[in-house]
């Protein structure tokens, strides 16, 4: 009794923390909201509102991403929409802001370190190595990193570790529900990101085959079937009205066009390079510092013994699923090549969860294999975690979101839209327009900081404009003009009879990020 009771204490003290740190500063850190999360944010925003999406369709089914600025614009991007509901009903209750439409990813982050227990407590023999595997999910820094986005590469996480869970307690148990239960949390996470459609019917495919493995009746089978097409009963209709929708995102894609199999094969290894997974994690700025990696550098260490352990050891089938997960995580992107595949960290999220639960299996090797010698150094390698979580936290919290700030927002528009808004206070804006050059999804950004301080009035006042064709004597007097700072065409734009500057906005590391014109 007084074990259990420590381990409930202990989880609760993780939890505890992992409340803390991925809930603290979530309105600064990330410094900017990035053009993704703005995009979710005002879906989910317009549908907590209107009931709508942007385009006007009543609660759809996915959502379909079109620049706000230009009429009738079209586009092949259709999102998933378990993160723009979850960010709905945040807003229903809360203000547009960076805190609120974070909130339901740090949630989910919260909810992984509790769900990674549960599975732990399942899998190994003593509850406190679910507690490690909590600890060690909760000081991860790639979880740390996705976790406080509102973007959904993070949202097929959770449904993998509950279906993981579900079918562990499947094995163990002859619950009549759960293989139902099982199904139903696939087939709902089909709908979590667009990789999820290769993921949950592999882990449906993992699911039949370990339902056979144990001898499981066929109605377990039946009842699988079930739970996971009750989801996809609203895919028929949504696919019948909406029948462009696959034809667009499969051209988003390149499944058999781009890359040779050797070249795949070299770019899925790729995502098992050490320097990416204990040392840099990644490399886009935007999602990783490049001072630690997507695993702390004691896992690089356990994961080895796990692997290890399980594959000698003959360990249960149960245990090899792990392995199954852990090298499973990058074949959707070997197999639909988004742009830019090298070690994209937010598309290989998957590889944390199952990576993590090896690694405690190593901590398990050494505690029971090798006797005091080994659970000094299980103890030495688990306390280096918090120890190399804090320099990262330090450096996370502070000096890395001045390095990547311009990847998120390279114009700083929510100090240009704060300028914009004081200037209007004094006297009315007559149009805001908006360089065409400024980059990727500016014009949601923009419209986020106009909702967020409810200025929708100069969401109507705002248009794009071409530096390169641009005249400023066709635009009203006491207009501005956003322009990146270092737009070639800018001098075109200044002289008499035309603008001047008005503001040069800085970005969070003190240097020029854009440049505001007023037509005088």
Known sequence: MMRHMLVRVALAGVLLFASFIYLKDLDRVPVYIGWDEARFALQGYSIASTGRDLNGHQTPLFFHNTDPLIP?????????????????????????????????????????????????????SNAWYGVVAALMLALTPAHLIFARMASD??????????WFWCLLVCLQTDNPWLPAVTGFVLGVGLYSYIASWIVMPFYLAVTYAMLWLSRKPLRAHAALTAGFAVPLLALVPWIWFHSEMPRDTFRGYAVSTRLNLTERVALYWDYFNPSYLFFSGGSDPMWATRRAGVFALAVAVLLALGIWSIWRRHSSITRRLLLVGFFFAPVPIILALPEAPQYATARDLLVVPFGLLIAVAGVEWLVTEHGRRGRILAALLILSVPVQFLFFARDYFTDYQRRSGYRLDSANLRDVAAYVIDVDH???????????????????????????????????????????????????????????????????????ARCSIAHVVNDVANGPSATILRKD
């Open 153 to 162: 590469y993070f949202c097929p996480v959770p449904f993998a570790l509950a």
């Open 72 to 124: 009738n614009n079209s586009s092949r991007i259709w999102w998933q929409p378990v993160l723009i509901y979850l960010i709905a009903a945040v807003l229903r209750v809360a203000p547009l802001s960076e805190w609120s439409v974070r909130l339901p990813i740090a949630a989910l982050g919260i909810l992984n370190v509790f769900l990674i227990y549960a599975v732990g407590r399942r899998l190994f």
């Open 426 to 496: 004094a006297a009315p804006v007559a149009a805001v327009y908006l360089s065409k050059d400024l980059g990727t999804g500016k014009s949601v950004q923009w419209k986020f900081h106009l909702v967020k301080n409810k200025r929708e009035d100069l969401w109507e006042r705002t248009q794009y404009f071409d530096p390169g064709t641009f005249k400023c004597g066709d635009v009203p007097t006491g207009s501005l003009l956003v322009l990146d700072v270092g737009n070639p065409r800018l001098n075109d734009l200044l002289g008499p």
